[in-house]
C-alpha cells in the first residue's frame, strides 16, 4: 500500500464522526497534508477527491504545509471559488504542487504556457498564484518536470500577493522568464531553484533587464540548465553578477560552442573571475559544468585541474575529443553532486573504485571512436544502480561479439531508453542480453524495432511486456497490428 495515501484515506474516514476525541486525533495530524499520487490512475484517486471536497473545508486553517498533484488543482479551485472565505488556508506556509506521474517510474515532462487562454489549466493555475491564499507563503515548490512561462507584460505579475515568499523552486522555458521573476520579487527572497529549458537574449529581454535585478536576502541559489548554453557569456555570467548576497552556490550547467561563447574549456579561473569574486559571503560552492567547444585544441587535464589550485574543496575533471570534430570538458565538486550526466564515452572515467556517480539517474552515452561492447554495459549497470533513463548514441558495430542471449546485464529500475541514431547491436544488447523488469517507455529506429520483433526472442517480449510508451523515429511509421502484438500495454505511441 501506498505510504502517504493511507493517510489520506484515515483522515478522511477519521473527520465528520462526529467522535469528538477520534476528530482531535486527526486534526493533530493535519498540520502537514500530501495528497500526491505516486502514478497515474492511483487506486487512491477517488479517495483524495473526496477527501479534498469534503474533509479538507473541516481542516482548513491546520493546514501549514500542503502538497498537492497536479490534476488536483481544479478540485482545490471549485473548492476555494464555493468557500469565498478570504481566511482560509491561513495558516498555510507551504505550497507544492507535483504534476504526477503517467507511469510508476516514469513521465514525462509537461508543458506549461503559464498565460495561455486555451488551457484551463493555466487559468487554474494563474487563480492560485493571483488568489489570497499565496499571501501568507513563505515556500512555493513546483515540479521540476513541469516547464512553465511568465508573461512578459507587467500587466500580470506571476506572484502579485506573494509579499511573504521567500522560497521558490521551479522550472522555467526560457531564461527571460527568470529575469522577470526576480525583476518582480528578487527583493524577498532567501532561497531560489531554478531550471531552464533556453537560454538567450531576445526582443523581450535584453542586458538592461539584467541590470535591474535586486535579490539583497538570497542566500541559496541553485541553477540547472542541461540544455546547451549558447550565450552563456551574455546571459548567464551578468545574471550571476547580480547576486553578491549568496552563500550557498550550485550551478549544473552545459555550455554550448558559438560565436558568442567562450574559445576555451571553462575553468577554475574562469569561475573564479567570473562569478566567485563578485560573491563575497560565498561559503559553499557545488557544480558540474560541462563546456563544449568545435575544433577544440588538445590541452593536458592536469592544466585544467591546475586552475583549481586555489579552491579549498575536492574537485575533478575530464575532457574528450570526438570524430565529429568537437570536444568537451567536465568539471565538477566532489562528492558529485548531479543526477544526470550527458554525451559519456568509453573514456570517461564512470568506473572509479569510489562509485562517485553512484546516484546518477539519466545517461546519454555518445561515442564516435570506439563502440560499446557488452562488458561496458556490465560496468554502467554497476556503477549506476539508480539509471532511470538511458539514451545511446553510436553508430559503431560492436567489434566483441556476444551470442547469449541471457540477461547477465540488469537495470534494475530502468524505465526508459532512447536508441535513436545507433547500430542495431545496441538494440539487441539492451533488449535481448539485459534485464529491463521496468521497462515503460522505449524510443526506437523503426527498421530496428522491426527487426526485433522479427526475432521473435523471448528475452525481448519479456523486456517489452510492460512497454506503454512507444516513440517510432526515422523512417517514420504509426504503430501498425505488428507492433501493438509485441507491446502488450502499448497505450501511447507517437511519431518523430
Known amino acids: ?27 493533530d495530524q493535519c498540520h502537514s497534508i500530501d495528497l500526491t499520487s505516486d502514478y497515474f490512475g492511483s487506486p487512491y484517486e477517488m ?11 473541516c481542516i482548513f486553517n491546520y493546514i501549514e504545509s500542503l ?10 479551485y471549485q473548492l476555494v471559488k464555493r468557500i469565498d472565505d478570504k481566511s482560509c488556508l491561513n495558516n498555510l506556509k507551504h505550497l507544492k504542487i507535483m504534476a504526477g506521474r503517467l507511469h510508476r517510474n516514469a513521465g514525462t515532462p509537461i508543458t506549461l504556457n503559464f498565460y495561455s487562454d486555451n488551457e484551463k489549466l493555466i487559468d487554474i493555475l494563474s487563480f492560485y498564484c493571483h488568489s489570497p491564499i499565496m499571501s501568507l507563503i513563505t515556500s512555493f515548490e513546483f515540479d521540476p518536470d513541469c516547464v512553465i512561462s511568465i508573461p512578459s507584460s507587467d500587466e500580470k505579475l506571476f506572484f502579485p500577493q506573494t509579499s511573504h515568499l521567500t522560497h521558490i523552486s521551479i522550472t522555467f522555458h526560457q531564461f527571460g522568464d527568470c529575469v522577470r521573476l ?9 532561497s531560489f531553484v531554478v531550471s531552464m529549458m533556453h537560454v538567450y537574449l531576445s526582443e523581450e529581454l535584453d542586458l538592461s533587464q539584467i541590470s535591474l535585478i535586486s535579490c539583497p536576502n538570497l542566500k541559496e541559489l541553485k541553477m540547472t540548465i542541461y540544455r546547451n548554453i549558447f550565450e552563456y557569456e551574455q546571459c548567464i555570467i551578468p545574471f550571476l553578477q547580480r547576486l553578491s548576497s549568496v552563500e550557498h552556490l550550485t550551478l549544473l550547467l552545459a555550455i554550448g560552442e558559438n560565436e558568442n561563447g567562450p574559445n576555451h574549456f571553462v575553468d577554475g579561473l574562469d569561475l573564479q573571475r567570473d562569478i566567485i569574486s563578485y560573491m563575497p559571503h560565498l561559503c559553499q560552492f557545488d557544480f558540474h559544468i560541462r563546456s563544449i567547444l568545435k575544433d577544440a585544441a588538445h590541452i593536458k587535464l592536469d592544466k585544467i585541474r591546475q586552475s583549481f589550485f586555489q579552491y ?16 568537451q570538458c567536465q568539471i565538477y565538486s566532489l562528492p558529485f553532486i548531479g543526477t544526470r550526466l550527458d554525451f559519456i564515452s568509453n573514456r570517461f572515467p564512470l568506473f572509479d573504485v569510489e562509485k562517485r556517480f553512484s546516484n546518477v539517474t ?30 545511446i548514441f553510436n553508430l559503431l558495430e560492436q567489434e566483441e561479439k556476444s551470442t547469449t542471449t541471457n540477461n547477465s546485464i540488469e537495470f534494475r529500475h530502468l524505465a526508459t531508453l532512447i536508441l535513436h541514431d545507433i547500430h542495431a547491436d545496441y538494440a539487441e544488447q539492451l533488449l535481448y542480453r539485459s534485464y529491463l523488469p521496468c521497462l515503460i517507455e522505449l524510443a526506437i529506429r523503426n527498421n530496428v524495432l522491426l527487426t526485433i520483433i522479427n526475432q521473435n526472442q523471448q528475452q525481448v517480449k519479456d523486456n517489452c511486456s510492460k512497454v506503454e510508451t512507444l516513440i517510432i523515429v526515422e523512417p517514420w511509421a504509426y504503430p501498425n497490428s505488428t507492433h501493438i502484438n509485441f507491446f502488450p500495454k502499448l497505450g501511447i505511441f507517437h511519431t518523430m
Open 1 to 27: 500500500m501506498n505510504k502517504i495515501q493511507p493517510r489520506a484515506v484515515l483522515l478522511y474516514s477519521m473527520i465528520g464522526t462526529k467522535n469528538i476525541h477520534l476528530e482531535q486525533l486527526a486534526l
Open 182 to 190: 526576480l525583476n518582480q520579487i528578487g527583493t524577498q527572497l532567501h
Open 362 to 391: 539519466i545517461l546519454l552515452l555518445f561515442d564516435d571512436v570506439k563502440p560499446f561492447e557488452h562488458g561496458f554495459f556490465q560496468r554502467v549497470a554497476q556503477a549506476l544502480p539508480h539509471l532511470k533513463v538511458l539514451e
Open 47 to 57: 479517495i483524495i477527491r473526496e477527501f479534498i471536497l469534503s474533509t479538507l473545508p
Open 67 to 76: 502538497t498537492v498533484n497536479l490534476v488536483h488543482i481544479s478540485s482545490l
Open 312 to 327: 579549498q574543496q575536492s574537485i575533478d575533471c575530464t575532457i574528450d575529443y570526438f570524430n565529429n570534430r568537437y570536444g
